[in-house]
């Protein structure tokens, strides 16, 4: 049945989907203890504590504590042992054996029934933004829902391109997000001085996109019979292997590839992704799982993202695996913060941006001082660090070095780039850094939005911009 709290949560989450009463409906906390039922587990290792740093599971931002498991998995060695050496074996044998591991451990199987999109543009128009004209779609996907139709979804996508190019251009595409009504927000980290990331990507001539990811799939437990997952199982709730949020979001984004494919304003092989934060996580999956997608930029995307699940760092594997935020991954990784260890992961994130090899992938974090110790900036730098024998492997580049920067140290030579910024938990201070990076990737045509107000003359550095 649909309860009252059901309801009041999915109308203060603002979502465009609808579940009929009659849906099967578990709150989070019963649809977790069904997981743990179904896996034969009683109980889970608490996560840490990044609020007392006096509690007894307070999160450690201690190095010489940090790694209990110092040796990866080797992405060059298949299941049997023998290393790969040749591209065939790469793309045949070794790449689809992790894939396989990430999606029945960690982030979940897309079903084969997955209900198509049709997009529809519900509104354009012609603006002024950053000193040039440009024209905004708004388009709705809305979900063939006729096989099950108590679920709705309609997701949501704005598209800005320059009005005046010449040709189609490279978009990069944000995972786009939505306060709840009458939640308390968090204070906002300063802004740095200069243009927003609009601005700077009109500057280039390119345009941009924002996909509202929870109008793909609810970004709780109790929704995940509502949504996109909701709507491919009929209600029903997930199997252990099926796919989670994350996944689900990111073949949302896969899904607006799809129309920038259709649309002539865009050049759909030049489109980047990128996410802040749970969407950080969000936006490295559809990367990993989506050749098509040109470029990523990963924005502080901690455990669950770029962050090696085998450090001890800030946010663990047992945060993740409780209640707020299991939903994010596949009933399956429930087992590493209970019976297993992180030690018993058959693959880790340095493999999940290996997949992503041999387009380019941008790592991004904060400094710990200044509010962003919890995503683990070391640990994600030692995951890009991780995928860089896969680079070479592809003919490219890794980072040129496995030891960890001092902060603002740019490292964007390389196919696989990282830098940490002085700010904390944003994304803003590196845009500069990572438009430098996907430009020599993404070429536009002229014509584009050119900067030319005060406020864009006035952009300062990249590394004054990084500062709080």
Known sequence: MLTARSLRNSLALGLLITVAVGAAQLTAEQDHQRLMDLLHIQSLRKGADGRNSQAPNAANYDESKANPYPTLPNPLILKGGKRVTTLKMWWTQRRPQIMEDFDREIYGRVPQNVPNVHWETTSTDRETKAGGAVVTKHLVGHLDNSVYPSVTVDMQLTLTTPANATGPVPVIMEFGFVWPAGARRPNPPPVPPGPTWQEQVLAKGWGYAVLLATSIQPDNGAGLTAGIIGLANRGEPRKLDGWGALRAWAWGASRALDYFETDKAVNAKQVGIEGHSRYGKAALVTMAYDQRFAIAYISSSGEGGAKLHRRNWGELVE??????????????????????????????????????????????????????????????????????????????????????????????????????????????????????????????????????????????????????
Request: charged share 15%; proline share 9%.
């Open 319 to 468: 945060n993740v695996a409780g209640t707020s935020e299991y939903h994010w991954m596949a009933g399956n990784f429930l087992r590493y913060a209970g019976p297993l260890t992180w030690n018993d992961l058959p693959v880790d994130s340095h493999e999940l941006v290996a997949l992503c090899a041999p387009r380019p992938v941008f790592i991004s974090a904060g400094s710990a001082e200044h509010g962003d110790g919890w995503v683990d900036a070391k640990g994600m730098f030692l995951a890009a660090a991780g995928a860089g024998p896969v680079y070479t492997l592809l003919g490219k580049k890794d980072m040129g070095t496995t030891e960890f920067p001092p902060i603002e140290t740019t490292l964007i030579d390389g196919d696989v780039a990282f830098r940490q910024h002085s700010g904390g938990h944003t994304p803003a201070p590196n845009w500069p850094t990572f438009l430098k990076f996907a430009s020599r990737y993404l070429k536009g045509p002229e014509g584009g939005a050119p900067l030319t107000s005060a406020r864009a003359l006035a952009m300062p550095s990249q590394d004054v911009a990084a500062k709080p």
